[in-house]
């Protein structure tokens, strides 16, 4: 599920791999270790 979200990341412009900050301050990955899928961009 992880590479799905990646790549709907990756189709949109947005890096999957960037952290973003919660309200309470504390890191998170936008996309948990997913890698985006090169066979649907071709």
């Known amino acids: 599920m992880s590479d799905l979200h990646a790549s709907i990341g990756h189709a ?3 890096n999957p791999n960037k952290e973003v ?3 309470l301050q504390r890191p998170m990955k ?3 270790n997913g890698t985006p899928v090169a066979e649907l961009f071709l």
């Open 12 to 14: 949109l412009g947005i």
């Open 21 to 23: 900050m919660t309200p």
């Open 30 to 32: 936008l996309v948990d």
